[in-house]
């Protein structure tokens, strides 16, 4: 058997006319933080609805632990923890009672670790859900992801509607945690910082199509961010081999690009530029590089979903 968590083979999305998901193969080794990465409408929610089994492949292939997650709903979602993008929890009850009732369908629930997260997350046990704020909210779905200790957490944007504090010193330690314990955690955000801050591996989606897959250090490591000066003003964008994007005018000019700084250095030179700075770019300008043509894609809410 393999020893990828997730192994997604070829899967490709559509709604109506509109390519959710367009030929994705991703791999997930256990024991790792996986960041899916992407702007609006990229597929990163797509995406995890088919690990779920709340979408069924209908080209390629989706297995979690070697099973057909529509196939096989039980033996995968009994191992997974899941927090999605719109905190879907019963509004009526209160937060002792969802506790109880979320524990019911798990026989690892560890009330001690929950009673830990109520309080690290400052969460009172007798407040209704539907009179809690949307980080409180946001709180108590990530707790009922966490307390049965999942083998896989899959989070759908878990910073959304968190505080700074929360995010940076609470959420990111969790995550690490349950990495550290040698589960493995997948999760989609926005925020890149803060992906560059917890994740082993990224994953990035734009319109539908995976445009990077690898270890997070690999990608900062195998990307360049250069300022290139001209001895005269420069009409035209300088062509480097590898450039991603390029900014500037007149006489300076960013470039991110991909590839061996020595051929960078040598294509600047025979342009007539010097390089004045070579730093590693963050992922946040890896990504914007990568997708700069920008495109997004905005939800048809008439459109139905086919399980
Ligand atoms: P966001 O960060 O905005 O949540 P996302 O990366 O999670 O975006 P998805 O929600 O997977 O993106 O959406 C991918 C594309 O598929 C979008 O163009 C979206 O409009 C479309 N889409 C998703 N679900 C449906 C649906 N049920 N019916 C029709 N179109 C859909």
Redesign the pocket.
């Known amino acids: 058997m393999s020893d990828h968590v997730i192994e997604i083979k070829h899967l490709s999305?559509r709604?109506?006319r509109?390519?959710?998901?367009d030929d994705v193969s991703l791999e997930v080794p256990a024991g790792i933080v996986m960041g899916l990465v992407?702007?609006?409408?990229?597929?990163?929610?797509?995406?995890?609805?088919h690990l779920l089994g709340l979408l069924k492949a209908k080209s390629g292939s989706v297995r979690v632990f070697g099973l057909d997650p529509v196939r096989d709903p039980v033996g995968v979602l009994g191992r997974i923890g899941y927090l999605s993008?719109d905190r879907d929890l019963p509004q009526w009850m209160r937060v002792d009672e969802l506790l109880n009732f979320t524990q019911a369908y798990f026989p690892n629930w560890d009330p001690a670790y929950a009673a830990e997260l109520r309080e690290t997350f400052d969460l009172d046990p007798k407040q209704r859900i539907k009179s809690l704020s949307r980080g409180q909210t946001a709180r108590l779905g990530l707790l009922t992801a966490l307390a049965h200790r999942p083998p896989l957490l899959v989070l759908?944007?878990p910073s959304s509607g968190l505080d700074a504090v929360v995010r940076r010193d609470i959420l990111a330690a969790i995550i690490r945690t349950v990495a550290d314990e040698g589960r493995t955690v997948l999760f989609?955000s926005?925020l890149l910082d803060e992906v560059e801050r917890v994740a082993d591996r990224v994953a990035m989606?734009h319109n539908?199509q995976l445009v990077l897959s690898d270890q997070l250090q690999t990608v900062l490591d195998s990307h360049s961010r250069l300022t290139l000066r001209f001895a005269e003003p420069s009409q035209t964008k300088p062509t480097l081999p590898g450039a991603l994007s390029c900014d500037g005018s007149g006489q300076e000019w960013t470039v991110i690009c991909n590839g061996q700084i020595d051929e960078l250095r040598a294509a600047a030179t025979e342009q007539g530029a010097e390089v004045v700075e070579h730093a590693k770019p963050s992922l946040d300008e890896v990504f914007v590089a990568r997708i700069h043509d920008g495109g997004?894609?905005?939800?048809?809410?008439?459109?139905?979903?086919n399980p």
């Open positions: 999305r709604f109506r509109t390519t959710a998901l992407g702007g609006n409408g990229a597929g990163k929610t797509t995406l995890i609805k993008e759908d944007e989609s926005h989606l539908g997004s894609r905005s939800i048809d809410a008439d459109q139905e979903v």
